[in-house]
């Protein structure tokens, strides 16, 4: 019994009692605003609860990955699928390359998760549950898909820059 809890722990990524660790994690990275190459890396089903304007409906919750020299942004963000919201989801799947402006698209979602694509990020500030101030990184608007934009792939997973000098970061 043993040795199937070890094996199955090892594959889900659960502890035991008595495993070492050594994973800090990292902080958040707070990018500056300018135009970035990002990969979806999760997409989650769910339903916005409704508002004033916009009734109870589908969402999909999407985590973005942004690759800087200070390591990996992450950013969250849903596409609330109404009717008055559809120009967003139409950006979104432009950016990702999956529809072209004016075509009729179903939605492929399940091809979003590993794709690439561009967009524009501003930082906003926030005041947290627990009153203290905070900054998020915030998707303001999706770019549509260039390949001449999309830079290539490494072997270890980081994407080619061939001229640094127009990032907005150092």
Request: proline content about 5%; charged content about 30%; overall charge negative.
């Amino acid at each position: 019994m043993s040795d199937y809890y070890q094996n199955s722990a090892a594959n889900n990524g659960c502890f035991d009692w008595d495993d070492a660790i050594e994973n800090d994690g990292q902080e958040f990275i707070t990018l500056p605003e300018g135009d970035y190459v990002f990969e979806v890396v999760d997409f989650e089903r769910g339903r916005y609860p409704g508002s004033a304007k916009i009734p109870p409906c589908n969402k999909a919750s999407l985590t973005l990955q942004v690759k800087t020299d200070d390591g990996i942004a992450r950013i969250r963000t849903d596409l609330i699928l109404y009717r008055s919201l559809e120009w967003k989801i139409s950006s979104f799947f432009r950016s990702i390359g999956q529809k072209q402006k004016g075509q009729r698209l179903v939605m492929n979602w399940n091809a979003v998760i590993g794709s690439r694509g561009r967009a524009h990020i501003k930082p906003r500030n926030y005041t947290a549950t627990d009153g203290t101030e905070r900054t998020t990184n915030d998707v303001d608007r999706y770019l549509d898909f260039d390949p001449e934009k999309m830079p290539g792939m490494t072997a270890d997973g980081f994407m080619e820059i061939d001229d640094d000098s127009e990032l907005p970061f150092d």
